[in-house]
């Protein structure tokens, strides 16, 4: 069965991930932005969600981790806790 291992950020507004996002693309650092801004309990760990299989996360966020390309952020990806970036960081 597939793994993979992901991190991401959890806000509330599209608007709020499109900014993050864009201070991402600029070079700001993921986990740091995670622990500054993110709603989920994975942002004292930098939105580090570990390692888990398909079915684990709800299907909007398995979409990504297992089917868009890693080291790549994603989003925002809207789903009933808010909107998510996502990073892929591997897959097996």
């Known amino acids: 069965m597939p793994k993979a291992c992901a991190r991401h950020i959890l806000v509330k507004t599209k608007e709020e991930a ?35 299989g398909p079915g684990k996360m709800v299907k909007a966020v398995d979409n990504v981790v297992f089917k868009k390309p890693v080291l790549k952020v994603h989003g ?17």
């Open 18 to 52: 499109e900014a993050i996002k864009k201070k991402l693309a600029g070079g700001a650092d993921f986990a740091t932005l995670a622990k500054k801004h993110s709603l989920c309990n994975s942002a004292k760990r930098g939105g580090d969600l570990g390692e888990f």
């Open 76 to 92: 925002p990806i809207k789903t009933k806790f808010g909107y998510h970036l996502i990073e892929t960081i591997y897959r097996t």
